[in-house]
């Protein structure tokens, strides 16, 4: 009936709104405090078995983020009209009530209204009993809103923070950094989708980029990862299909996984790699060593103006891939070269799924057991 929703995470929701709309049920009757409690403590439960399913699901934060937001929002209309309801029954002795009633009525604004419950209670120092849970949903679920909305919008359409979770861009990526990640780098989007609603910006070469890559969302064919395919040739098509059927198969989910790799190549460009050494356009990758050992190789690399650093352990060194970057399509690889699940694997990352660019480290955090650090903050290259 729901084949695009999680059917544990949507019986939770269900869960946690029977419990909430009961909640408001047994208030109003206020004779029975033991189903309150009951009320009171299956929402607590619910809320925390639904962020448990969503992190268990890698569900997009930014969405939930979203959905809390318009929750609190709705919680707040309620409160105020079930308490301005409430009011009803209770002030039928009160002097003047009944023009403020009234006048609230016919107001059109929900902060118009809020403010005149605020001054009848006030002014008629009425016996608030009867009203307190529905005022504590009111001011709650409006500090909530406030709240969350100004953390969406933040989240959304500025930077999101983004946690690095294995080492494919050595050195400059650590596991446990914590990195800020520009969501108007390449134009705005509606949270926890990929509509577009600014004008859309071309990610650089050399830009470190966050991204949904084809083999992480169930939907995606083959053929979104490789539009090319019809001109390779047989062996390469078979070897590629079975090695992304093979990934799609163990990491792809409804809502994709987020990765973050170096953009290497751009719509348009003819991408070729020999061993280490990078071609973009027939023109090589200026590359210098920087460090060599018995077990690996630093070498600072530059790709038009951005200079960075890589790894190598030379498992890769005889290994060739060449590319011409269909339109719509980015190329994107780690700077661990040995140790990265990337663009020479799974294909192109569409431009329909950008997330944002990597600019900051603001935090390094390894594991709940060791002590967050600030000493790796800086810019990224």
């Known amino acids: 009936m729901f084949p695009n929703i999680d059917s544990q995470l949507f019986l939770l929701v269900i869960f946690g709104l029977l419990g909430f709309l009961f909640w408001i049920y047994f208030n109003r009757k206020q004779n ?14 619910a809320v925390i078995l639904i962020l448990w399913r969503v992190f268990q699901l890698n569900l997009d934060f930014g969405l939930v983020l979203a959905i809390s937001t318009l929750f609190a929002g709705l919680a707040w209309i309620l409160g105020v009209f079930m308490a301005f309801s409430s009011l ?16 609230m ?15 009848l209670e006030k002014e008629a120092e009425i016996d608030k009993y009867v009203l307190k849970s529905f005022n504590s949903l009111k001011e709650e679920s ?22 690095i979770p294995s080492s494919s861009m050595y050195p400059g990526l650590q596991v446990g950094d914590f990195v800020l990640v520009n969501k108007y780098a390449y134009g705005l989007r509606l949270p926890g989708t990929t509509t577009l609603i600014s004008r ?15 083999h992480t969302l169930c939907e995606s064919k083959p053929e979104d990862a490789r539009p090319d395919l019809v001109s390779l040739p047989a062996l390469e098509v078979q070897v590629f299909l079975g090695r992304f059927k093979s990934l799609q198969k163990e990491y792809c989910s409804k809502l994709g996984l987020k990765y973050i790799k170096r953009v290497v190549g751009i719509p348009g460009d003819k991408v070729e790699i020999k061993g280490y050494e990078i071609f973009i356009n027939d023109k090589k990758l200026n590359q210098i060593v920087l ?12 790709n038009d103006e951005i200079e960075y650093v890589i790894r190598t352990t030379g498992i890769s060194e005889y290994q060739n891939y060449s590319w ?36 900051y480290i603001w935090l390094h955090w390894e594991s709940f057991t060791s002590v967050p650090t600030f000493q790796r903050n800086k810019k990224i290259q």
């Open 32 to 45: 029975n405090k033991l189903a309150l409690q009951i009320c009171s403590f299956s929402m607590f439960l």
């Open 88 to 103: 009803d029954e209770v002030l039928d002795n009160i002097p003047g009530s009944e023009q403020v009633i009234k006048n």
């Open 105 to 119: 009525r016919n107001s059109s604004s929900i902060l118009d209204r809020t403010k005149d419950l605020e001054e």
């Open 142 to 163: 409006r500090s909530y809103f406030w709240i969350l909305l100004v953390i969406t919008c933040i989240r959304s359409f500025a930077y999101e923070p983004y946690q």
């Open 200 to 214: 859309s910006k071309e990610p650089a070469r050399g830009d470190v980029a966050v991204f949904y890559p084809p």
């Open 291 to 302: 460090e060599k050992t018995s077990e690996e190789t630093f070498y600072s690399e530059k």
């Open 324 to 359: 011409v970057i269909p339109k719509d399509r980015y190329l994107a690889i780690g700077d661990n070269r040995d140790n990265s699940l990337d663009s020479k694997d799974w294909g192109y990352f569409s431009k329909k799924y950008l997330i944002g660019k990597g600019e």
